[in-house]
C-alpha cells in the first residue's frame, strides 16, 4: 500500500493543536508499524505564514492548489454561537471556494467546526456526515442535501470522514490507522499517547509495549508474528521470513527480551494479540482461535491460562475497560 499523504490545513484563525497531535499519531504509527504508512506536510492558501487562532503563526509549506497530498485535515475554528458561525464562514470564502474546487480525489478530513467548511465547499452532498452537535439544526437548514448522522461522532466514506469536537481528530485518525495498518497499532497508540493512564492488561504482557523499545529486530519480529497464523510461527519459518539462521535468530531474542528464549517471546505476542481481541471485540474465543490461525480452541484455552493465569473468559471480564 502506498504511503499516505495527508495535509495538515492551516487557515486563518484555525485552531492548529489538533494538527500536531495528528501528526505526531501518524508519525507513531509509521513507529509502531515499522513502515511509512503516513508523510505529513502543512498547507495553506498559498504557502507562507498564517497566523491561527491565539495569535499563534505556522508555516504553510505548500499550497492547496498545489499539494500533492491524498487527504487533507481540517481542523475547526473557534465560533461560540451560530451568528459568529455566520461571519466565520464569510472570512473563509476564499478557503471554502479552494476546497470545492479541489480535486475530488483528494480526501477532506474535518471536524469540529472544520465540518462547516467542507459542507459550505459542497463536498458533503448525499453522503453522510456528522459533526458537533450545536451546529446540529443550523448545518440541517444550511445542508438538506447531506445525511446528517449526529448519533456517530465519526462518519467514514471513502473519501470524506468528519467527526465531532475538538478532539475530533482523535476518531479520524483512529479509523485511518486501523483502515491502512490494523486495529492492534492503533490500539498501542491509544494506550501509550493518549489515555491519561495505561489500560490494564496482564502483567506478563507488560515487556511487549513495543513503543518503549528500539531494537528493530525484536519490532520487526513482532510485526511478522502478528501477521502470520498461530501454526505458522516455527523458529525457522521467523528465521527465513527475516533473513536470518535460526541459531542467530535464537541469540537475538534472547539479548533483545531479557533472556526469553524464541519460542516464549512469540507466544507472548501472539498471546497478546488474543488478549487484545478479547479486550477490545465482541468476538467469542473460538472465533479469536481461528482468526488468529491457532490449531485448535482447547489448545488455545490451556496455553491462554497457563501464560496469563486467566481464562479467556476470565481475562475478558477482569481487564475489559
Not at 461522532?153 to 479520524?172: D, E, F, K, M, W
Not at 493465569?309 to 475478558?316: C, D, K, L, S
Request: include cysteine; proline fraction near 5%.
Amino acid at each position: 500500500m502506498p504511503i499516505l499523504r495527508v495535509g495538515l490545513l492551516l487557515y486563518p484563525g484555525c485552531m492548529p493543536a489538533g494538527l500536531f497531535s495528528a501528526a505526531d499519531l501518524l508519525q507513531a504509527a509509521n513507529l509502531r508499524s515499522g513502515k511509512r504508512a503516513f508523510e505529513t506536510q502543512w498547507v495553506g492558501l498559498q504557502e507562507g505564514r498564517v497566523e491561527c487562532a491565539h495569535g499563534v503563526w505556522l508555516e504553510a509549506r505548500q499550497s492547496i492548489a498545489d499539494t500533492p497530498c491524498s487527504a487533507l485535515l481540517v481542523p475547526g475554528f473557534w465560533a461560540a454561537s451560530i451568528d459568529h458561525l455566520r461571519v466565520q464562514l464569510k472570512q473563509q470564502r476564499a478557503l471554502i471556494d479552494a476546497l470545492a474546487s479541489l480535486d475530488r480525489s483528494v480526501a477532506l478530513w474535518s471536524y469540529c467546526t472544520g465540518v462547516a467548511l467542507t459542507a459550505q465547499a459542497g463536498r458533503l452532498k448525499d453522503q453522510p456526515a456528522t459533526a458537533t452537535w450545536w451546529m446540529a439544526r443550523w448545518l440541517e437548514e444550511a445542508h438538506p442535501n447531506v445525511d446528517w448522522q449526529w448519533q456517530h461522532a465519526c462518519v467514514a466514506q471513502r473519501r470524506n470522514v468528519t467527526a465531532s469536537g475538538v478532539h475530533g481528530y482523535l476518531p479520524i485518525v483512529c479509523d485511518r490507522v486501523e483502515h491502512r495498518v490494523n486495529a492492534e497499532v492503533w490500539r498501542d497508540l491509544n494506550r501509550l499517547l493518549v489515555l491519561p493512564r495505561p489500560q490494564r492488561g496482564a502483567p506478563v504482557f507488560q515487556p511487549l509495549a513495543s513503543m518503549t523499545t528500539t531494537d528493530p529486530l525484536l519490532q520487526r519480529l513482532r510485526l511478522l508474528v502478528e501477521q502470520l497464523p498461530a501454526s505458522q510461527l516455527t523458529i525457522e519459518h521467523l528465521a527465513a521470513a527475516l533473513a536470518l539462521s535460526p541459531r542467530t535468530l535464537a541469540r537475538k531474542v534472547q539479548q533483545g527480551s531479557g533472556g526469553h528464549s524464541v519460542g516464549t517471546h512469540v507466544r507472548l505476542i501472539k498471546l497478546h494479540q488474543a488478549g487484545e481481541r478479547l479486550l477490545h471485540t465482541p468476538q467469542s474465543v473460538g472465533q479469536v482461535c481461528s482468526a488468529l490461525g491457532f490449531a485448535d480452541e482447547s489448545s488455545f484455552r490451556r496455553m491462554f491460562k497457563r501464560v496469563t493465569g486467566n481464562t479467556p473468559a476470565e481475562y475478558r471480564q477482569m481487564y475489559r475497560s
